[in-house]
C-alpha cells in the first residue's frame, strides 16, 4: 500500500506541506508534486464534483504520489470510507464539537479493532484487490496506519471540547477553521480571540500527541503557525491563479501602454 507523505513528515517531526484544489484541475496535481507538495487537501464541502471527477482526481494523486486530503460534504460512513477505497490518504471533517462525533468518523472509517470500517479490498487503496486478496495480506493494518484522519476545530463548542476530542484514539489531528472559528468566536462575544484559540488547539494537539494545522496566507504566518508547533500548514491553491492573471494583466497593460 502507498505511504502517506503527510503522516511520514507528521511522525518524524517534520511539517507536511499542503496546497488547496476546489475544482477539476488535473494538471494542479501534477504542478503540486513537482514542486514538492506533501498533499492536496480537495475541498468536497464548499465546492462541487461528480464522483468520476473524484475518482479521477484521486488516481492522478496516486500516480503522481501525492496525498488527497480530501474534506468531505457527509457523515454517511460508506461514503467515507469509499473516499478512502478510491485513493483518498486522508479525510478532513468539517465542523467537528465533541468526542463523540469524533469517535462515530474514526468507527466509520477504520477497520477492526479500531473502528467499523466494511471490507470489501476491490479499490484503489488496495491495488484493486492484488493487495488484498493473498495469504499473508497486510492490508487491513496497512490501510489503519497510512490513512489519517484530521477534525476541524470550528466552533466555540468544538474550542471548548478540543482536549476530549484530541484524546479520541484514530484522531491524527486538528486542524483550525480560522473563518469559520473567527467568525463563531466573534458572534459569542467572549474574551477568546482567535490566536488565543489557536494557542489552545495548539496546547491540546501536543498534551495528546496528535498533529494539528491551519491554513496561512501569508510566510509570516507560515512562520508564526511552525514555531507554535503546526505540522501542517496549507499554503497556496487553485484560487491563486486570480494572482497571476492580475499580473499578466498588468503586463499587457505596460507592454501595450494601456
Same mark, same amino acid.
Given at each position: 500500500?502507498?505511504?502517506?507523505?503527510?503522516?511520514?513528515?507528521?511522525?518524524?517531526?517534520?511539517?507536511?506541506?499542503?496546497?488547496?484544489?476546489?475544482?477539476?484541475?488535473?494538471?494542479?496535481?501534477?504542478?503540486?508534486?513537482?514542486?514538492?507538495?506533501?498533499?492536496?487537501?480537495?475541498?468536497?464541502?464548499?465546492?462541487?464534483?461528480?464522483?468520476?471527477?473524484?475518482?479521477?482526481?484521486?488516481?492522478?494523486?496516486?500516480?503522481?504520489?501525492?496525498?488527497?486530503?480530501?474534506?468531505?460534504?457527509?457523515?454517511?460512513?460508506?461514503?467515507?470510507?469509499?473516499?478512502?477505497?478510491?485513493?483518498?490518504?486522508?479525510?478532513?471533517?468539517?465542523?467537528?464539537?465533541?468526542?463523540?462525533?469524533?469517535?462515530?468518523?474514526?468507527?466509520?472509517?477504520?477497520?477492526?479493532?479500531?473502528?467499523?470500517?466494511?471490507?470489501?479490498?476491490?479499490?484503489?487503496?488496495? =491495488? $484493486?484487490?492484488?493487495?488484498?486478496?493473498?495469504?499473508?495480506?497486510?492490508?487491513?493494518? =496497512?490501510?489503519?496506519?497510512?490513512?489519517?484522519?484530521?477534525?476541524?476545530?470550528?466552533?466555540?463548542?468544538? &474550542?471548548?471540547?478540543?482536549?476530549?476530542?484530541?484524546?479520541?484514539?484514530?484522531?491524527?489531528? &486538528? $486542524?483550525?477553521?480560522?473563518?469559520?472559528?473567527?467568525?463563531?468566536?466573534?458572534?459569542?462575544?467572549?474574551?477568546? =480571540?482567535?490566536?488565543?484559540?489557536?494557542?489552545?488547539?495548539?496546547?491540546?494537539?501536543?498534551?495528546?500527541?496528535?498533529?494539528?494545522?491551519?491554513?496561512?496566507?501569508?510566510?509570516?504566518?507560515?512562520?508564526?503557525?511552525?514555531?507554535?508547533?503546526?505540522?501542517?500548514?496549507?499554503?497556496?491553491?487553485?484560487?491563486?491563479?486570480?494572482?497571476?492573471?492580475?499580473?499578466?494583466?498588468?503586463? $499587457?497593460?505596460?507592454?501595450?501602454?494601456?
Amino acid at each position: 500500500m502507498r505511504k502517506s507523505k503527510v503522516l511520514d513528515k507528521v511522525r518524524t517531526g517534520r511539517c507536511a506541506r499542503i496546497c488547496g484544489l476546489g475544482h477539476y484541475l488535473p494538471f494542479f496535481v501534477r504542478y503540486a508534486a513537482h514542486n514538492g507538495y506533501d498533499g492536496i487537501w480537495l475541498d468536497l464541502e464548499h465546492r462541487a464534483m461528480d464522483q468520476r471527477e473524484v475518482q479521477g482526481l484521486l488516481a492522478l494523486c496516486r500516480a503522481c504520489d501525492i496525498d488527497c486530503m480530501l474534506r468531505a460534504p457527509t457523515l454517511e460512513r460508506t461514503r467515507l470510507y469509499r473516499y478512502l477505497e478510491d485513493g483518498a490518504t486522508g479525510l478532513m471533517m468539517p465542523l467537528v464539537s465533541d468526542a463523540d462525533l469524533a469517535r462515530q468518523i474514526i468507527a466509520a472509517v477504520k477497520y477492526p479493532p479500531l473502528g467499523n470500517r466494511g471490507l470489501d479490498g476491490a479499490g484503489l487503496d488496495g =491495488d $484493486f484487490g492484488l493487495d488484498v486478496w493473498h495469504e499473508g495480506s497486510t492490508y487491513i493494518d =496497512d490501510a489503519n496506519r497510512e490513512t489519517f484522519v484530521v477534525l476541524q476545530i470550528e466552533t466555540p463548542q468544538a &474550542l471548548a471540547n478540543v482536549e476530549e476530542i484530541a484524546a479520541v484514539e484514530g484522531v491524527d489531528g &486538528l $486542524f483550525v477553521g480560522p473563518a469559520d472559528l473567527g467568525l463563531r468566536l466573534g458572534l459569542a462575544g467572549g474574551d477568546v =480571540d482567535l490566536d488565543q484559540a489557536v494557542a489552545k488547539v495548539a496546547a491540546a494537539a501536543q498534551k495528546h500527541g496528535k498533529a494539528w494545522g491551519i491554513p496561512a496566507g501569508t510566510p509570516e504566518l507560515l512562520a508564526k503557525y511552525r514555531a507554535q508547533g503546526a505540522q501542517m500548514l496549507a499554503y497556496g491553491g487553485d484560487f491563486a491563479l486570480a494572482q497571476v492573471l492580475a499580473d499578466c494583466r498588468r503586463d $499587457f497593460d505596460q507592454a501595450l501602454g494601456e
